[in-house]
């Protein structure tokens, strides 16, 4: 058969009782086109290729579970004691049938387009083929073990901590960025990507973006987050503690928010304090720290 153009009926979704299919000659051509860096194309004749189809071990099943079609033309002087819903299908297709002179036409669905990809020798089939059995393994592990798969596992523990944050009362935005760290601490998924483009992270009110020392000091104009600690620790707003580190005191644990770290390039984890960026500029410029141009 001449190679055939993708305007071909042949190359078109053909709908066969209620379902839609391809023909074998699509599969075929879209086979030869997949194979055209190697030295040799192994089917490039259309009977060859159907013979690889029709040698598949469940083949006889596939066609019974109507994966794959067989459709035999039967001439009009015969069709007189023929079912009539199967003679409606092939009349209805006779264009397909005329275009490969009234042989056997075959018709897959994707489930049949899977099996065969395991016999093809073209990368796009293997690369299907792979993917089609490495799915069906996580299924079978999942099945056999119950076992999620971890980005199940992180979808079940973001759903239950943004649960969590409702019921706090906890600011949307800071509800994710904690949940992100939690989340890729405890099952290695990273969803950093997805928070940046989040909306929660772009539409924070004024009133509650925090920052860490270090960017707090930049956002206010101090040379450093030590410097900013101090000047914390000066206001009454937290005290340095025994073991090191800082805690918020009483009055300034409003304006606070511990969260979580994870370093980018270790395994380090810990934890830190935020502060309301907007509480601490005033606070700053009415106890003279910074110039009220300053004020955020």
């Known amino acids: 058969m001449s190679q055939l153009v993708p305007q071909s009926p042949l190359m078109q979704p053909v709908e066969y009782q209620g379902q839609t299919y391809y023909t074998s000659q699509y599969f075929h051509a879209q086979y ?3 194979s055209h860096q190697q030295a040799k194309v192994k089917y490039k004749w259309h009977q060859d290729f159907v013979r690889v189809l029709k040698a598949i071990e469940a083949y006889d099943t596939y066609v ?34 005329r275009l490969v002179g009234f042989q056997t036409m075959y018709l897959l669905n994707a489930t049949a387009q899977v099996a065969l990809s395991h016999h093809l020798d073209d990368a796009l089939s293997q690369q299907v083929s792979v993917a089609a059995n490495t799915t069906v393994a996580r299924q079978m592990t999942r099945k056999v073990t119950g076992a999620l798969l971890p980005e199940e596992v992180a979808a079940r523990k973001l759903e239950a901590l943004r649960d969590i944050g409702r019921q706090l009362r906890t600011p949307e935005h800071i509800v994710q960025q904690e949940a992100v760290k939690m989340i890729q601490e405890s099952t290695g998924v990273n969803l950093r990507p997805f928070l940046l483009a989040a909306p929660a992270q772009h539409q924070i009110p004024s009133d509650e973006k925090m920052l860490e020392p270090n960017d707090l000091a930049k956002e206010v104009g101090l040379p450093s987050g030590y410097r900013i600690n101090l000047a914390l620790e000066q206001l009454g707003w937290q005290v340095k503690k025994i073991g090191g580190g800082w805690e918020p005191t009483p009055i300034g644990m409003p304006y ?9 390039h270790s395994t380090k984890t810990g934890y830190n304090w ?6 601490v500029s005033r606070e700053l410029v009415a106890q003279g720290f910074i110039p009220p141009q300053k004020e955020a």
């Open 32 to 34: 030869v086109a997949n």
């Open 64 to 97: 019974s579970h109507g994966d794959v079609i067989e459709l035999r033309w039967i001439a009009k002087r015969h069709q007189g004691a023929k079912d009539p819903a199967y003679l409606q299908q092939i009349n209805a297709l006779e264009p397909l049938f």
């Open 256 to 264: 606070a928010a511990l969260h979580a770290w994870t370093g980018e």
């Open 274 to 279: 935020k502060w309301n960026i907007l509480a």
